[in-house]
């Protein structure tokens, strides 16, 4: 009895699946030019440049003195304990046709460069104890999730800079290829960072992002106005953003089609993409192979997680009884599948798993299904496929290659 215990489980969570999806329904470049810039020449130019405002000086609001750019005033709404420690501050942003000014943050688009800048954010500056962190600190938690692999998949080749002390703050430049989902495509970015710190309670954060599609024959001026304000080196290069491009291509790069749950990348096939229609909740991601739709599904690929805590369940013991297994399983399916098999499968990339496999009879086309179920360090993981007999794809074999070669996050 005690294993069929350990064995139940895993049983329920599938019957709520199975359930709630039904037995035979699927759960389913061309650059503008632009000179390069050293730092020797930025700093020299910029000692000749003499301009009357600067970030953190006091100005005009109605200020005239930029040709790309306009004043903005961002305020921070700070109280505690009945003091208020509201902060405000003027700053020059682009004159986009896409600009918005939201009490801290102001955002702007013109000439290839979408700028975005914040006044003491929320995600920088203070730890949750009131204790300031330091602006290296700060930049590099920044980073780490905006640029975390298994939550960003779409940029390619990240290249992160070493930070730069600037009169004020730090300096930190991206580059990156960005696949444009839209125009189908990777488009090389330029993405600089800067926090500065104009005194104990205010901090700026700046973020300048040029993109290779759209910079144009004004872009340079702005860039110039920006830095001369702002005082920081926004880099930006057509020729190496062009030759980065070209070698990822040329490497088979834009091939790989990966994926990530968060907590496993892999890959699967050009075409396959991630379906949210029959995902029902967070937890549960679904992938189909491009030329399915809703009304069409040949086959899929399912991975789900969820947390049960240390001891819930032991698919090692679950292993060494596979016939129990079998039995169990055929008596929650009823009449509903046939040729049930459960097996020990061994070690994957997320912990070891047990084998399930069974047919569905359809009045159309019969549907073959498998799922791996894992348990590892309090979580449990299924990892399911179904396929009917239209489908032209391994799905099995693509669900086998992600168990062997999956990459899992470190906890």
Same mark, same amino acid.
């Given at each position: 009895?005690?294993?069929?215990?350990?064995?139940?489980?895993?049983?329920?969570?599938?019957?709520?699946?199975?359930?709630?999806?039904?037995?035979?329904?699927?759960?389913?470049?061309?650059?503008?030019?632009?000179?390069?810039?050293?730092?020797?020449?930025?700093?020299?130019?910029? +000692?000749?440049?003499?301009?009357?405002?600067?970030?953190?000086?006091?100005?005009?609001?109605?200020?005239?003195?930029?040709?790309?750019?306009?004043?903005?005033?961002?305020?921070?709404?700070?109280?505690?304990?009945?003091?208020?420690?509201?902060?405000?501050?003027?700053?020059?942003? $682009?004159?986009?046709?896409?600009?918005?000014?939201?009490?801290?943050?102001?955002?702007? +688009?013109?000439?290839?460069?979408?700028?975005?800048?914040?006044?003491? $954010?929320?995600?920088?500056?203070?730890?949750?104890?009131?204790?300031?962190?330091?602006?290296?600190?700060?930049?590099?938690?920044?980073?780490?999730?905006?640029?975390?692999?298994?939550?960003?998949?779409?940029?390619?080749?990240?290249?992160?800079?070493?930070?730069?002390?600037?009169?004020?703050?730090?300096?930190?430049?991206?580059?990156?290829?960005?696949?444009?989902?839209?125009?189908?495509?990777?488009?090389?970015?330029?993405?600089?960072?800067?926090?500065?710190?104009?005194?104990?309670?205010?901090?700026?954060?700046?973020?300048?992002?040029?993109?290779?599609?759209?910079?144009?024959?004004?872009?340079?001026?702005?860039?110039?106005?920006?830095?001369?304000?702002?005082?920081?080196?926004?880099?930006?290069?057509?020729?190496? !953003?062009?030759?980065?491009?070209?070698?990822?291509?040329?490497?088979?790069?834009?091939?790989?089609?990966?994926?990530?749950?968060?907590?496993?990348?892999?890959?699967? $096939?050009?075409?396959?993409?991630?379906?949210?229609?029959?995902?029902?909740?967070?937890?549960?991601?679904?992938?189909? $192979?491009?030329?399915?739709?809703?009304?069409?599904?040949?086959?899929?690929?399912?991975?789900?997680?969820?947390?049960?805590?240390?001891?819930?369940?032991?698919?090692?013991?679950?292993?060494?009884?596979?016939?129990?297994?079998?039995?169990?399983?055929?008596?929650?399916?009823?009449?509903? !599948?046939?040729?049930? +098999?459960?097996?020990?499968?061994?070690?994957?990339?997320?912990?070891? !798993?047990?084998?399930?496999?069974?047919?569905?009879?359809?009045?159309?086309?019969?549907?073959?299904?498998?799922?791996?179920?894992?348990?590892?360090?309090?979580?449990?993981?299924?990892?399911?496929?179904?396929?009917?007999?239209?489908?032209?794809?391994?799905?099995?074999?693509?669900?086998?290659?992600?168990?062997?070669?999956?990459?899992?996050?470190?906890?």
């Amino acid at each position: 009895m005690k294993r069929k215990w350990i064995m139940l489980p895993a049983v329920i969570f599938m019957t709520a699946f199975l359930s709630a999806c039904g037995m035979g329904e699927r759960i389913a470049s061309v650059f503008y030019s632009a000179p390069a810039r050293g730092e020797d020449g930025l700093a020299g130019r910029k +000692e000749k440049e003499k301009q009357e405002v600067a970030l953190g000086s006091d100005f005009p609001e109605d200020f005239g003195g930029f040709a790309y750019m306009s004043s903005a005033v961002l305020v921070t709404e700070d109280s505690e304990e009945g003091e208020n420690n509201s902060r405000e501050l003027k700053v020059m942003i $682009p004159d986009g046709d896409y600009s918005s000014i939201n009490q801290n943050e102001a955002y702007s +688009e013109k000439d290839g460069i979408k700028f975005r800048i914040s006044l003491n $954010p929320a995600y920088t500056f203070l730890s949750g104890q009131g204790q300031k962190y330091s602006l290296e600190d700060d930049m590099e938690f920044f980073l780490s999730y905006t640029y975390d692999e298994f939550y960003n998949t779409y940029c390619k080749e990240i290249e992160i800079s070493e930070m730069v002390q600037t009169d004020n703050g730090i300096r930190v430049t991206v580059k990156y290829l960005m696949h444009d989902t839209w125009l189908e495509k990777y488009i090389p970015v330029f993405c600089t960072y800067y926090l500065a710190e104009l005194d104990k309670d205010t901090r700026v954060f700046v973020e300048v992002t040029l993109d290779a599609e759209n910079v144009n024959g004004e872009t340079d001026g702005l860039i110039a106005e920006l830095e001369t304000f702002y005082g920081f080196d926004i880099e930006w290069d057509a020729k190496a !953003a062009q030759k980065k491009l070209d070698r990822f291509l040329a490497g088979g790069g834009s091939e790989i089609n990966s994926f990530s749950t968060g907590y496993l990348m892999f890959e699967l $096939p050009e075409g396959w993409y991630q379906d949210y229609y029959y995902s029902e909740n967070a937890n549960t991601f679904t992938f189909l $192979p491009k030329e399915d739709s809703v009304e069409n599904i040949s086959c899929f690929i399912g991975i789900r997680r969820e947390y049960v805590g240390e001891g819930f369940i032991d698919t090692k013991e679950m292993a060494e009884d596979t016939e129990q297994g079998k039995a169990i399983f055929e008596e929650q399916f009823g009449d509903r !599948a046939e040729n049930v +098999e459960v097996t020990d499968y061994g070690m994957t990339c997320l912990g070891y !798993a047990v084998k399930l496999s069974y047919t569905v009879r359809g009045e159309l086309s019969d549907e073959k299904v498998e799922w791996y179920i894992i348990a590892d360090k309090g979580y449990l993981y299924f990892i399911y496929a179904s396929a009917t007999a239209e489908c032209t794809e391994d799905v099995f074999g693509l669900v086998e290659d992600i168990l062997h070669n999956g990459k899992v996050r470190e906890e």
